[in-house]
Nanobody
Framework: QVQLVESGGGLVQAGGSLRLSCAAS????????IGWFRQAPGKEREFVAA????????YYPDSIKGRFSVSRDNAKNTVYLQMNSLKPEDTAVYYC???????????????????WGQGTQVTVSS
């Protein structure tokens, strides 16, 4: 089992940048593919990015591609989400999640993730 803690959220102006971190407990962090999701008030939780266990593959929805970048440092048990050119519609609570250890690749689908962090708020002002 893995425990996840997000950090790095905050208030930023449109056009600005933030880097979120997802820190994991446990010695087998490299065994988990990690995803990022977000949920705005009144909306469903949506996929933002994912990364394979070794960082060799990344996944983004078309709406995010080119603005956000996911990376990981397995030695530090941490996954990062670099968010650039932020827009007010990016305002949401951002969650990181881990797939089961049997899964090598990231996934676009929320149901494929077993473990979730508590989330970090990102607010983008216009």
């Amino acid at each position: 089992q893995v425990q996840l803690v997000e950090s790095g959220g905050g208030l930023v102006q449109a056009g600005g940048s933030l880097r979120l971190s997802c820190a994991a407990s446990g010695r087998t962090f490299s065994s988990y593919a990690i995803g990022w999701f977000r949920q705005a008030p009144g909306k469903e939780r949506e996929f933002v990015a994912a990364i394979n266990r070794n960082g060799g593959g990344t996944y983004y929805p078309d709406s995010i591609k080119g603005r956000f970048s996911v990376s990981r440092d397995n030695a530090k048990n941490t996954v990062y989400l670099q968010m650039n050119s932020l827009k007010p519609e990016d305002t949401a609570v951002y969650y990181c999640a881990a797939r089961p250890e049997t899964s090598y690749s990231g996934s676009y689908f929320r149901a494929d993730y077993n473990y979730w962090g508590q989330g970090t708020q990102v607010t983008v002002s216009s």
